[in-house]
């Protein structure tokens, strides 16, 4: 059982764990790593915002998001979770991988509402995308969010899709 004598403020101001003599904050530095590390899936109209353009920009901030279920996941995003980028409209696929870089804030675009948006930058284009029809196709994705909650603009990803996607994607 832990006992609050267990937990030892660190030099960034939060807890550590103290196992027997090993500081697990020390070894895995807490501050910066992030085990709960989860998956998204964002989408965005190629005539709007395409990934090339993200690319080109380097950095955007995630905005526009007016469906409370897709802010509320934005809102979930931490600082270090991984994101496909996903073309829809035109292409329908997914073309690439963004990380988390700067968690939910108030969005500077919303003129009423409780509307958030969360800082995201490329990492890599897929080398080769993966289309909404392969998607559907693979038994294996048949409970992704994108194919149950199609409209819903950002959506949660698992460990298994996440897996099964970059290897669709010939990333493995």
């Given at each position: 059982?832990?006992?609050?004598?267990?937990?030892?403020?660190?030099?960034?101001?939060?807890?550590?764990?103290?196992?027997?003599?090993?500081?697990?904050?020390?070894?895995?530095?807490?501050?910066?790593?992030?085990?709960?590390?989860?998956?998204?899936?964002?989408?965005?109209?190629?005539?709007?915002?395409?990934?090339?353009?993200?690319?080109?920009?380097?950095?955007?901030?995630?905005?526009?998001?007016?469906?409370?279920?897709?802010?509320?996941?934005?809102?979930?995003?931490?600082?270090?979770?991984?994101?496909?980028?996903?073309?829809?409209?035109?292409?329908?696929?997914?073309?690439?991988?963004?990380?988390?870089?700067?968690?939910?804030?108030?969005d500077p675009t919303a003129t009423e509402g409780d509307w958030s948006v969360v800082d995201l930058?490329?990492?890599?284009?897929?080398?080769?995308?993966?289309?909404?029809?392969?998607?559907?196709?693979?038994?294996?994705?048949?409970?992704?969010?994108?194919?149950?909650?199609?409209?819903?603009?950002?959506?949660?990803?698992t460990d298994d899709e996440w897996a099964i996607i970059l290897d669709l994607a010939g990333m493995?």
């Amino acid at each position: 059982m832990l006992r609050s004598s267990d937990a030892k403020s660190n030099t960034y101001g939060s807890s550590m764990i103290r196992c027997g003599a090993v500081d697990l904050a020390h070894l895995f530095s807490l501050h910066s790593y992030s085990i709960d590390m989860a998956y998204w899936l964002v989408k965005s109209e190629p005539f709007k915002y395409s990934w090339d353009q993200f690319v080109k920009d380097k950095q955007t901030f995630w905005d526009g998001v007016r469906n409370y279920a897709a802010r509320n996941n934005l809102r979930a995003m931490k600082k270090g979770d991984e994101v496909f980028f996903y073309h829809s409209n035109e292409g329908l696929e997914i073309v690439g991988i963004a990380k988390v870089v700067k968690e939910h804030y108030p969005d500077p675009t919303a003129t009423e509402g409780d509307w958030s948006v969360v800082d995201l930058k490329p990492v890599k284009a897929l080398k080769k995308p993966v289309t909404l029809a392969t998607i559907k196709a693979d038994k294996r994705l048949a409970n992704m969010q994108i194919l149950k909650l199609g409209r819903l603009s950002v959506t949660a990803v698992t460990d298994d899709e996440w897996a099964i996607i970059l290897d669709l994607a010939g990333m493995v």
